[in-house]
Nanobody, 114 residues
Framework: VQLVESGGGLVQPGGSLRLSCAAS????????MYWLRQAPGKGLEWISQ????????YYLDSVKGRFTISRDNTKNTLYLQMNSLKPEDTALYYC????????RGQGTQVTISS
């Protein structure tokens, strides 16, 4: 199993980023997929998940309406569109095969600062 995140960076509050996660080594199209994050000095936090076909998505309340999870099963790729970013969104963002993040990528850093 390999999960490789990309798309992080430094943006100002109110800005947007789109994270990607390239998946391989398992049947992506049959798997629920997850985005998690870890802010400095805090534990791993679930923020969103999507069903294998993409029809069902769930979000942490604090990101609902600002973040959108999606997937392209033809490309084995998971996405997270993040809008209206806030300083408290600063974290290392991971895609994962499970909600606890036991199988996850190396992460991509998102920093929100003016």
């Amino acid at each position: 199993v390999q999960l490789v995140e990309s798309g992080g960076g430094l943006v100002q509050p109110g800005g947007s980023l789109r994270l990607s996660c390239a998946a391989s080594g398992f049947t992506f199209s049959l798997s629920w997929m997850y985005w998690l994050r870890q802010a400095p000095g805090k534990g791993l936090e679930w923020i969103s998940q999507i069903s294998p076909g993409g029809r069902n998505q769930y979000y942490l309340d604090s990101v609902k309406g600002r973040f959108t999870i999606s997937r392209d099963n033809t490309k084995n790729t998971l996405y997270l569109q993040m809008n209206s970013l806030k300083p408290e969104d600063t974290a290392l963002y991971y895609c994962a095969r499970d909600r606890a993040g036991e199988v996850r990528g190396q992460g991509t850093q998102v920093t929100i600062s003016s």
